[in-house]
């Protein structure tokens, strides 16, 4: 085989694994939750968490536990980014993944960020990562069903291109929109005092349970193989800027009370 063909070949083959679609939320949707946590920070939580990441903003840092999917060494961070357990139970009545889960790798998070004998580099760390995981666990299909992984073995089509239910739900929906992550968390619903108490009320547990529950309404939006187009963005995507907008908000509450 000559040798450009070679490497055409192994190009098809990366391009069919679905290699370029492994960014939860798309890097709009964190960046979006980052930047909407950022507005919501206290003055001195914001100082904190400035000199701890270097400058760097929470937008920037929302899509490192993706970056990190690439290196062997983080191998162990990729049962991080989802939970799935049976619609009818709550966490931890079935045993949980001894490889670790969403639920879990919130909780690490938080310990490291709460341990007086963390190190800066370890405290930079779990900032990056509960960042991206907050957004995650605000994706519906990151609560989903085991069996479908989530929504990503279920086929469908986007407009006139193949995809699958959990890609529409991680990027298609964001990507067909255009706005870009500073245009859409500058125009988010506008919330009052009370609303935003709501939404920063309750636990980890308790907005795992609201995402599986936009889940199940999720998996009856869709057959397999449907089309779905401009229908599907009028009836789901105020869904989609709603759960950034509260990932956002909350991830602002869990940082404030940590660092704040
Ligand atoms: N792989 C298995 N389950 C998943 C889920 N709910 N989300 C993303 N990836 C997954
Ligand atoms: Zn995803
Ligand atoms: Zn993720």
């Given at each position: 085989?000559?040798?450009?063909?070679?490497?055409?070949?192994?190009?098809?083959v990366?391009?069919?694994s679905?290699?370029?679609?492994d960014?939860?939320?798309?890097?709009?949707?964190?960046?979006?939750?980052?930047?909407?946590?950022?507005?919501?920070?206290?003055?001195?939580?914001?100082?904190?968490?400035?000199?701890?990441?270097?400058?760097?903003?929470?937008?920037?840092?929302?899509?490192?536990?993706?970056?990190?999917?690439?290196?062997?060494?983080?191998?162990?961070?990729?049962?991080?980014?989802?939970?799935?357990?049976?619609?009818?139970?709550?966490?931890?009545?079935?045993?949980?993944?001894?490889?670790?889960?969403?639920?879990q790798?919130?909780?690490?998070?938080?310990?490291?960020?709460?341990?007086?004998?963390?190190?800066?580099?370890?405290?930079?760390f779990?900032i990056?990562?509960?960042v991206?995981?907050?957004?995650?666990?605000?994706?519906?299909?990151?609560?989903?069903?085991?069996?479908?992984k989530?929504?990503?073995?279920?086929?469908?089509?986007?407009?006139?291109?193949?995809?699958?239910?959990?890609?529409?739900?991680?990027?298609?929906?964001?990507?067909?929109?255009?706005?870009?992550y500073?245009?859409?968390?500058?125009?988010?619903?506008?919330?009052?005092?009370?609303?935003?108490?709501?939404?920063?009320?309750?636990?980890?547990?308790?907005?795992?349970?609201?995402?599986?529950?936009?889940?199940?309404?999720?998996?009856v939006?869709?057959?397999?193989?449907?089309?779905?187009?401009?229908?599907?963005?009028?009836?789901?995507?105020?869904?989609?800027?709603?759960?950034?907008?509260?990932g956002?908000?909350?991830?602002?509450?869990?940082?404030?009370?940590?660092?704040?």
């Open positions: 085989m000559k040798l450009q063909y070679k490497w055409l070949l192994v190009l098809l990366i391009s069919l679905g290699f370029s679609s960014y939860d939320w798309g890097m709009t949707g964190h960046r979006v939750t980052g930047q909407i946590a950022e507005n919501y920070l206290t003055k001195k939580a914001k100082r904190k968490i400035a000199k701890l990441l270097d400058g760097q903003s929470l937008a920037l840092v929302s899509t490192f536990a993706d970056e990190i999917k690439s290196d062997e060494y983080y191998k162990s961070y990729g049962p991080w980014h989802y939970v799935n357990f049976s619609f009818d139970k709550k966490y931890g009545e079935e045993k949980p993944s001894e490889y670790g889960d969403l639920v790798g919130v909780q690490k998070c938080i310990a490291t960020l709460q341990d007086e004998n963390s190190t800066k580099t370890t405290i930079a779990s990056k990562m509960l991206h995981f907050i957004g995650d666990l605000h994706q519906p299909l990151h609560v989903g069903r085991g069996e479908d989530g929504g990503n073995d279920i086929q469908v089509r986007w407009f006139r291109e193949g995809s699958n239910l959990h890609r529409v739900w991680d990027s298609e929906m964001l990507d067909y929109y255009g706005m870009s500073t245009e859409l968390s500058v125009n988010m619903n506008t919330l009052s005092k009370e609303q935003i108490k709501d939404i920063q009320n309750g636990t980890t547990l308790d907005w795992v349970y609201e995402s599986q529950k936009l889940a199940k309404q999720v998996y939006s869709a057959n397999v193989g449907e089309k779905l187009s401009y229908k599907y963005m009028y009836d789901y995507f105020p869904i989609v800027r709603s759960q950034l907008q509260k956002g908000i909350r991830l602002a509450k869990i940082l404030n009370d940590i660092f704040g």
